[in-house]
């Protein structure tokens, strides 16, 4: 959808009201007293009421719009900004967008918009022939860090460990020209440590049984063979590493190209949602014009949890 589309399709607050609604509808509304999952639309309090018990639900209340008081179409804006390019956008650049007045609610708003992208990626288990490494991120240091390195003349960037998975078939002809394994799901988990007793576990959690892992000749893989079915573990030189593990590589060097483009400063405990906007949409890569609604149900589907108070 481009620009001239959106603003066709959803030229004022009550057209995009209106879409919201009818996804909420499609994805079903639940009762938060009784479950019941039928409901009246009651018109003139735009809410829904429980055929059961008579509860009454809003239309953003168990979305990721939940007790927002922006409107919906700077959502709907949002959502086409994220959605329209494979880059992303700060939220200070979109706050010049919709010329809002304040920074906060707007990078609020984009900060649940990626947090529900990855809660939407976090119900697919990655499968097949798996491709695992680790990266390093630059993100930003705490104040009191900070305030210790400039006296010592040192950068103010320490580096995030991020642990990258991607399903990568290994092709039985490559065509000429072509990589030789296909990419499947990308998933991207920043990680404490980079020990085997926070590797095993994570890992664990993101993969199917049956699947194959290819990693580096790491000791904090050794477990990852007690619970898949294939485990390769090889001695990779650092200039054979695009080669044996292209895609985890090729992802990792495209998501910190485009961090470092759009965003200033990340503070480490964001990082996740920042990598968790670049997976949904590499995941989505051949999704199109598709994407923007996929990201609508999504948001009509995950209540909101992020939650960030400034101090
Ligand atoms: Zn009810």
Redesign the pocket.
Known sequence: MNLIDFVSQFPDEESCKQKFKEYREQVGVV?S??G?QSHYWKKDKEQFE?K??G?RTTLKSGTVMHKSKLPYRYWFLAMHFLTSTKKSFSAKEIQRQLGHNRYHPIWHMVHKLRAAMGKRDGEYILAGQIELDEGYFSTERSVEHKHEELKRGRGSQKKTKVLVMAESEIMESPKKGKKPRRVGYLKMKVIEDLKKDSITPLVKSLVNSKSSIDTDGSNSYVELKNFVEHHKAEVIPQNKVGEKLPWVHIAISNAKRQLLNTFHDIKPEFLQNYLDEFCYKFNRRYFGEALFNRLLVTCVSYKNEFRYTYG
């Open positions: 009762c007293n009784c019941g429980c059961e018990c509860t």
